[in-house]
């Protein structure tokens, strides 16, 4: 079983950045694609970013691309997204999915294991 913890949302305004993290437990998670999602108000959950095992392959959607980074750090069972050039249609609750193959994917149905999310807000 893999537990999935987020940390780093907050308040910020337009044009600011912020780093989420993603912290994980158990030695395989090292194997795992992870990927990013977020859901706004009224809005389905969507993909943001997703990073394949060895950090070798990344995803962005357009809408974050140029302005959000993925990466992982295996040694310490974490993943980070850096988020900058911050837009009020960023806000949402952002969270962390892994998914027990090393390639990732872009579709949320094809994640495992998920945290419980953290709330970004973007103000204008």
């Known amino acids: 079983q893999v537990q999935v913890v987020e940390s780093g949302g907050g308040l910020v305004q337009a044009g600011g950045s912020l780093r989420l993290s993603c912290a994980a437990s158990?030695?395989?998670?090292?194997?795992?694609?992870v990927g990013w999602f977020r859901q706004a108000p009224g809005k389905e959950r969507e993909s943001v970013a997703a990073i394949n095992w060895n950090g070798f392959s990344s995803y962005y959607a357009d809408s974050v691309k140029g302005r959000f980074t993925i990466s992982r750090d295996n040694a310490k069972n974490t993943v980070a997204l850096q988020m900058d050039s911050l837009k009020p249609e960023d806000t949402a609750v952002y969270y962390c999915?892994?998914?027990?193959?090393?390639?990732?994917?872009?579709?949320?149905?094809?994640?495992?294991?998920w945290g419980q999310g953290t709330q970004v807000t973007v103000s204008s």
């Open positions: 999915a892994a998914r027990t193959r090393g390639d990732y994917s872009t579709h949320l149905m094809e994640y495992d294991y």
């Open positions: 158990g030695r395989t998670f090292r194997a795992y694609a």
